[in-house]
């Protein structure tokens, strides 16, 4: 029960949801079976969200993207067109699997129920900025990982199961991987439902092996890309956990999402005689190499030193050439997994040493102009990062120039970490590449612009790195022999090549940023023997990007974002060993991952309902067909336009067809409505599949729209379970109504950027749709006074109200057809509102029945999609008959824009009236001593024209735009101009001021409207026709309209077309004093 004070409101809405859910559920009206194609002429529209993975309740970051589809869907339906919503559950992959072992191995360890240690530890997510070098090596790539604290601070799975309300008995049940497949998918269901979801439920299921139905599509559809050639086999770098002993991939990370594999040329800098101490036993007898990781292998020509931190741990590891490397731990790790060792994933430790161990070791380092170099100080290499051996380069590295200045001119550095002076004074920066503005010595240059002093001035550095490595990438062209005059960027890849073939280098890849597991395991990059599709083929990527052109993705930047990610996107491994799914048809130790198995199940979703009719697991068909009889001739026959229909399947010609049909009619997919952080894997692989497994059916088969929206925030903040902000389905329907919810949803926001559910907005829209049913209540038993007849002041407000109501129809529908549920709830809801209580205000509460009866129908229907259950509601209220899911949507008359600018007009006087009778006041409470008369009388100028040398500035104005293709003149332009007018030039003072209003006017009402010569509307008329109201509103005793030809030079000035004046005058009075003198009744006699 809900803690909040006075809950009525919110019982009554959730009173009325349940009844609405129980009549939808016995109508069955959101179930839609495909009409025969021939015979169906008004359109449908097919709609679906990524389905969910069933490891816990959803939430309200979950219900956000869902009802960005499900409110198109609800607009579509009133447009007549068939509409499909279907709802299925994902449990393919790792999650599930791993969070089960966890249970198993905990009762294990700690018995049952579990009695764990005191201590509690908490995964940190640690943000890593990203430098210029980093932005020009993944270019496009995703840039932000998907890390929630989805534990809230939780060690043991078990202690996040009790977090879900869950008892002891009941959590050991979980252990079974298969138990969390028939818990939470009817849950999540259950909350749907709640929620009024407008899904056909027949179509659900759930993912993997447990249902057959669904495997065989998977195992259909792996086997049609192989054939193909979408799917190879071979050895490839992949994120990998060495704890689970598999590739993970995005689905399968707490931390790291989004986040792939970096590529380095490993320099090789061999030591030169005398070795350090710690190293002296290889002299002689090994070759030892410093590895520096580098992105940019053609500034090698530069170095001039080798950056090592004093105080870092750093081994000294064997590699199967026999060659010593020396790097960190953590990138001898991942060196193991890339076949760089004797054997996959073991680290061959020579010798540990730290930096101060190796300092000021001679090198030899491949291209430098230098023959040998030394191992120098520098604070901030990071053990997190590359090798944590630096190689320097002052002449076009920003942070190397200071770096290696800093040591220069402080002996006293110098001699603390014993490095002597013949290690350092010696060398300088060395010119290898011209940059455009900076010279042959990019970072000297761009230091001395930036007055950089130290390698401290950390902001500074950064800046010029940015400055530097951009346009040295795109704009530098080489100095050294060989690659003289070429660009940067055409020769980065052949001096690499060349390195790497000379056995001065070798490639190393590890993660871009840190991933971690769902098992808690840092992650590394491996080579792999794994399957894998190939979305680098080129072949495919161009017909990809076909498809591409041909989605509606809502928004510029989706497009950019996806377009970025086909410029990098290279192979993907679809195959793991653990974790729940599919199995690879023709290899069975595999499993197909999650991210592989859900690119074109939208597909099976048209059948869904002939074979498992609701059925999650598929344990029960319908029309008695078994999964042995889906065969691969079968799923070709369904889905393919030229296949032939199988005879010896088993399975009836009737029910073939019908299968057929269904897919036919329903695709294309018309709309995918995701989160932004799926467009670089998911959405973009929905993409690449469609177009592979249908190449000749771009009408048919391919995407129509794809759209994705912001991450959610709860009240302004980031949601997240340990620090309490976090809120699941079920809970928000509990505390807002599910009409309340959705409310709080759509206007929420629609864009890119992340939206924001506000509560305090949730709880008013509880109390608006309370109110909307109570004031409709009201209207139905004539508990509020409403006229078949009104006078011709009503009569006007009435047309007024009409327009308003057309107005808002075609402006509603724009908003939703654009998926802007935001503006649609204020054009439809929030502004139509207002127009009704301004109907009740200017007519003097003499409001027709009649457009109060249209009002009431239009505002339903301008808010189902978004508020279905109150709308249904009022619908019935209304007897309107049948079910307002399946009304249409209501048709526009005209709007008359000049009765709507004449109410505006109205509006605004009353408005201002008040503001004056407002200041007048206060300004009379402020004046001790003194006090104003109250004003009782109101005198309001209009104009039917301009003056004279205000109509010469507009025209001037309309002229110059006009010739400037549309720009406004600037202020230079029009003064020079307007100084040589003979209507202006004795105004000079006033005229520029009067420019300033007519520029901020055009910002707020437009170029015609604030340009405009004279009012389109007879404002003498008007302001007559609303004269009581003016009085009523202002509760002045008088109100006069008098031309501004009769005002002073100032009133004369100051009013125009469409924008009165207004004077308040307190009518001048005299107190008389009556006295009665009283006769002395006496001194009469």
């Not at 430098?368 to 630096?390: C, F, N, R």
């Not at 506000?758 to 409403?786: C, F, H, N, S």
């Not at 409207?1009 to 509307?1017: E, G, M, N, R, Y």
């Not at 004046?1061 to 009283?1078: D, G, H, M, R, Y």
């Amino acid at each position: 029960m809900d803690n909040r004070k006075g809950t009525f409101k919110l019982e009554y809405l959730r009173k009325i949801e349940d009844h609405v859910q129980k009549k939808w559920k016995k109508d069955k009206i959101f179930e839609e079976d495909a009409p025969n194609a021939n015979d169906w002429k008004d359109g449908k529209f097919f709609a679906t969200f990524p389905f969910p993975y069933m490891n816990g309740r959803l939430h309200l970051g979950h219900t956000f993207t869902i009802s960005k589809s499900e409110f198109a869907v609800g607009f579509q339906r009133m447009l007549g067109k068939k509409c499909l919503y279907p709802f299925a559950f994902h449990c393919t992959g790792m999650p599930i699997k791993a969070c089960a072992d966890k249970l198993k191995r905990e009762m294990e360890d700690f018995g049952f129920p579990p009695n764990f240690p005191d201590e509690s530890t908490k995964v940190a997510v640690v943000e890593v900025r990203r430098d210029a070098a980093d932005v020009l090596a993944s270019k496009g790539k995703s840039k932000k990982s998907k890390a929630t604290a989805k534990a809230g601070g939780c060690t043991y799975q078990w202690q996040i199961m009790k977090m879900l309300g869950l008892e002891d008995d009941e959590i050991k049940n979980f252990a079974d991987a298969g138990h969390w497949l028939q818990y939470f998918p009817p849950l999540a269901k259950a909350d749907l439902e709640r929620m009024g979801l407008k899904v056909d439920w027949r179509r659900s299921f759930i993912s993997t092996d447990v249902n057959p139905f669904f495997d065989s599509f998977v195992r259909w559809q792996f086997l049609t890309l192989k054939e193909r050639g979408k799917v190879k086999f071979g050895v490839r770098h992949t994120v990998f956990s060495p704890k689970d002993g598999q590739p993970c991939m995005d689905h399968d990370r707490s931390s790291g999402e989004g986040v792939g594999g970096q590529e380095y040329t490993l320099i090789k800098m061999k030591l030169v005689a005398p070795f350090p101490q710690k190293l002296k036993q290889f002299e002689g007898k090994r070759d030892v190499h410093f590895v520096a990781a580098t992105l940019r292998p053609e500034t090698m020509f530069g170095q001039t030193n080798c950056w090592i931190h004093p105080d870092i741990t750093y081994v000294a590891h064997r590699m199967k050439s026999g060659e010593i490397f020396v790097s960190t731990k953590r990138s001898a790790r991942n060196m193991a997994y890339q076949s760089m060792t004797d054997k996959f994933g073991e680290v061959f430790t020579e010798v540990e040493l730290v930096g101060q161990d190796i300092m000021g070791a001679s090198l030899s380092a491949p291209l430098a102009k230098y023959p040998i170099i030394y191992t120098l100080p520098m604070m901030t290499v990071k053990e997190d990062k590359g090798t944590g051996v630096v190689t320097s380069v002052p002449s076009d590295s920003p942070d190397d120039f200071a770096a290696l200045r800093d040591l220069k001119n402080k002996e006293a550095f110098r001699e603390k970490y014993g490095v002597s002076d013949h290690m350092v004074l010696p060398f300088e920066a060395v010119p290898i590449i011209e940059i455009p503005d900076f010279g042959n010595l990019a970072a000297v240059k761009a230091c001395e612009m930036l007055k950089i002093k130290s390698q401290n001035d950390k902001d500074a550095l950064a800046e010029a790195k940015d400055m530097v490595y951009l346009r040295g990438f795109y704009e530098g062209k080489m100095l050294v022999p060989g690659y003289e005059g070429q660009k940067v960027q055409d020769v980065k890849k052949p001096i690499q090549n060349k390195l790497v073939a000379d056995g001065m280098a070798v490639l190393y890849q590890e993660p871009e940023r840190k991933i971690i597991s769902r098992s808690g395991d840092v992650c590394v990059i491996a080579l792999c023997d794994q399957w894998y599709l190939d979305y680098g083929d080129e072949e495919w990527k161009v017909k990809t990007r076909a498809g591409l052109e041909n989605i509606n993705t809502f928004s510029d930047e989706t497009r950019r974002n996806f377009q970025a990610t086909l410029d990098w996107l290279k192979e993907h491994a679809c195959s793991r060993t653990y974790g729940l799914g599919t199995r690879v048809p023709w290899d069975d130790k595999w499993l197909i991952e999650s991210l592989s198995d859900s690119t074109i199940y939208t597909a099976y979703y048209t059948i869904a309902h002939i074979l498992q009719g609701g059925v999650f697991d598929g344990s029960h068909s319908p029309n008695g067909i078994t999964p042995e009889q889906m065969t691969p001739k079968v799923w070709d026959y369904i889905f393919f336009a030229d296949a032939q229909m199988p005879t010896d399947c088993g399975i009836s010609s009737e029910l073939l067809q019908k299968m057929k049909n269904e897919f036919r009619f329903w695709y294309p997919l018309d709309l995918r409505v995701s989160g932004k952080d799926l467009v670089p894997n998911h959405l973009t692989y929905l993409i690449y599949n469609h177009v592979a497994m249908w190449p000749q059916e771009k009408e048919q088969a391919w995407p129509v729209g794809i759209r994705a929206n912001g991450h959610m925030l709860l009240n302004s903040e980031k949601m997240s379970k340990s620090t309490g902000n976090f809120l699941t389905l079920t809970a928000a329907i509990d505390k807002f109504s599910a009409d309340g919810m959705r409310l709080a949803l759509a206007d929420a926001g629609d864009g890119i950027e992340d939206a924001n559910f506000v509560e305090k907005m949730a709880d008013a829209g509880v109390l608006r749709l309370y109110t909307w049913i109570e004031w409709v209540r009201q209207v139905i038993e004539d508990e509020m006074p409403l006229f078949d007849d009104v006078d011709d002041v009503g009569d006007s407000c009435a047309r007024v109200f009409e327009s308003e109501m057309n107005r808002a129809i075609v402006q509603t529908r724009k908003h939703y057809e654009n998926m802007n549920f935001k503006e649609a709830l204020k054009s439809g809801f929030f502004e139509l509102q207002n127009a009704r209580d301004k109907y009740r205000e200017v007519s003097m509460h003499k409001m027709s029945r009649k457009m109060i009866r249209r009002f009431i129908q239009v505002q339903t229907l301008l808010i189902t999609p978004v508020c279905p259950h109150t709308c249904e509601h009022v619908w019935a209220l209304m007897k309107m008959g049948g079910s307002v899911m399946n009304a249409m949507w209501p048709t526009a008359g005209e709007v008359d824009e000049i009765l709507l600018a004449s109410s505006e007009f109205v509006m605004g006087i009353a408005r201002d009236l008040r503001v004056k009778i407002r200041n007048r006041k206060m300004l009379s409470e402020k004046k001790k001593g003194k006090t104003m008369e109250k004003a009782d009388k109101g005198v309001i100028y209009y104009a039917e024209s301009y003056p004279g040398w205000q109509k010469a500035t507009i025209e001037a104005m309309q002229k110059m735009f006009d010739e400037s293709n549309g720009q406004l003149p600037d202020n230079k332009q029009l003064a020079v101009q307007l100084k040589n007018c003979a209507e202006t030039k004795p105004h000079m003072k006033k005229v520029m001021p009067f420019v300033a209003t007519l520029k901020e006017q055009i910002q707020q009402i437009g170029l015609e409207k604030a340009l405009a010569l004279t009012s389109v509307f007879d404002q003498r008329k008007v302001l007559e026709t609303n004269l009581k109201y003016l009085m009523d509103t202002s509760e002045l005793e008088a109100i006069e309209i008098r031309s501004s030809e009769f005002g002073d030079a100032k009133i004369r000035d100051s009013t125009s077309p469409g924008r009165p004046n207004i004077e308040l005058i307190a009518t001048p009075s005299v107190n008389v004093e009556v006295k009665f003198e009283q006769l002395n009744v006496a001194d009469s006699n």
